[in-house]
């Protein structure tokens, strides 16, 4: 039984090495973003050597596709997981856009590998890419389901533009990036705050809609 023993020992250490390397390779991407990300370099942060490295990914698109992977899954656990708690509805919309900007708030000084990737990989079809989008893809259809959610409970207008919502939150946070990592505004957080509870009231009932809106007023 001893080598039985000895070989899942192996295996966790093993385990273990691939963790420390992933989240090493994590933050390097944070702040390099995924197309700075290479094996040499990870080798060179761990103090491994770069065939140690290549051996637990293979090649450095599977360790790009690693780092998304392991990135999304840490947005899972910081902002969508946590704000299934909260009551469906408006509360619930409430919490995965609170939760966001305060994850934002945290990438300040590093980046946000969605954005970073988009920019990178945008017009370069491939694995890293098709990956990017899917995870990019699977929050959009959490928010979109949140936000149907909302309408179902009677808390958004019945003819809300699911979509159109969606794309005017998403806006707010990719400006909050802008803004507050490239021009380094003041007030920022506090501004798409602001700004996600305008799109609220634009939704919610007894608000006028949007048609009643544009048209023009009589003279």
């Given at each position: 039984m ?19 390397i992933?989240?090493?390779a ?12 290479s ?20 090649s ?25 708690r ?39 079809p ?10 990019v893809?699977a ?5 979109e389901?949140?936000i ?11 003819d809300?533009?699911?979509?159109q ?26 501004r ?28």
């Amino acid at each position: 039984m001893q080598p039985l023993r000895g070989l899942r020992s192996g295996r966790r250490k093993g385990d273990q090495t691939h963790a420390a390397i992933l989240d090493a390779a994590l933050g390097l991407a944070s702040h390099m973003g995924l197309e700075g990300l290479s094996i040499g370099a990870l080798a060179e942060v761990t103090q491994m050597s770069k065939s140690g490295v290549f051996a637990h990914f293979g090649s450095r698109e599977e360790l790009q596709i690693s780092v998304v992977r392991e990135y999304h899954a840490r947005f899972e656990q910081e902002v969508f997981f946590p704000s299934l708690r909260t009551r469906r509805g408006l509360p619930r919309l409430h919490a995965l856009f609170e939760r966001w900007v305060r994850r934002v708030s945290v990438e300040l000084d590093s980046g946000c590998i969605y954005i970073s990737g988009a920019v990178d990989f945008d017009d370069r079809p491939g694995p890293v890419r098709d990956a990017l989008a899917s995870m990019v893809g699977a929050w959009q259809s959490a928010l979109e389901r949140a936000i149907r959610i909302a309408v179902e409970e009677g808390h958004l207008r019945a003819d809300t533009d699911v979509q159109q919502m969606l794309f005017e939150i998403h806006g707010l946070i990719l400006a909050l990036h802008h803004d507050a990592r490239f021009l380094r505004n003041a007030g920022v957080l506090e501004r798409a705050r602001r700004g996600f509870e305008r799109v609220l009231a634009h939704y919610q009932p007894g608000a006028p809609p949007p048609a009643a809106r544009r048209k023009p007023a009589r003279r």
